[in-house]
Every structure is written in structure tokens, then in C-alpha cells.
């Protein structure tokens, strides 16, 4: 059974960073992307950044482009999510994320509230 858990949200004011974390475990992940998505209050969950299993390859969702950056580290079977420069719209519960390509799930973890105030 595949679990995927995350940490590192929190409350931070406007400009402020957070990284998040997300740790894989269950299977093996080999040739998985692994990626964070987010859902604000009444909004569509939607896609905030990928990486391909060898980290050779991140993909970035225009909002978050140039301010978060996303890294992996296979031998923990750990995927993260450095975000600067924050904005009151980052605000959401952060998913992590596990699928065949990128902004696909097959897996889920439990999100992490991240709040951003002005």
C-alpha cells in the first residue's frame, strides 16, 4: 500500500518562505513523476509543480514559476517543495502527488495547509 506523507506547512505573512516535504513509502517509484498540487476554498484542486523520478526534468505551473522550486531525493523517497516570495493567493491545502506523467495522480497524500497572510 503506498503512503504518502507530507509536512512543512504552516502560517507565514506575505514575501515569507515554507518548504514542504513529502515522504513516499510502500513500493518502488521508479519511473514515477512525482509532483504538488493545491485547493484553495472553492476552487478546483490544480497543478503546482512536477519532477521526473531522475530529477533531470521540473515542470511549474505559470503562478509559481521563478518563486517555487521543486527537488527530489530518490534514496528517501522524498519530494520537496521550496516556496518564496509567498502570496496571500498561495493559500490552499497542498497535495502531494504521485502519477504516471506529469499532472496525473494515481496516488495521494493527505495535504498541508499552507496560509499566507497579507
Known amino acids: 500500500q503506498v503512503q504518502l506523507v507530507e509536512s512543512g506547512g504552516g502560517w507565514v505573512q506575505a514575501g515569507g518562505s515554507l518548504r514542504l516535504s513529502c515522504a513516499a513509502s510502500?513500493?518502488?517509484?521508479?519511473?514515477?513523476?512525482m509532483g504538488w498540487f493545491r485547493q484553495a476554498p472553492g476552487k478546483e484542486r490544480e497543478f503546482v509543480a512536477a519532477?521526473?523520478?531522475?530529477?533531470?526534468?521540473?515542470y511549474s505551473a505559470d503562478s509559481v514559476k521563478a518563486r517555487f522550486t521543486i527537488s527530489r531525493d530518490n534514496a528517501k523517497n522524498t519530494v520537496y517543495l521550496q516556496m518564496n516570495s509567498l502570496k496571500p493567493e498561495d493559500t490552499a491545502v497542498y497535495y502531494c502527488?504521485?502519477?504516471?506523467?506529469?499532472?496525473?495522480?494515481?496516488?495521494w497524500g493527505q495535504g498541508t495547509q499552507v496560509t499566507v497572510s497579507s
Open positions: 519532477i521526473s523520478w531522475r530529477g533531470a526534468r521540473t
Open positions: 502527488a504521485l502519477g504516471r506523467t506529469v499532472g496525473t495522480a494515481d496516488y
Open positions: 510502500g513500493r518502488t517509484f521508479s519511473s514515477y513523476v
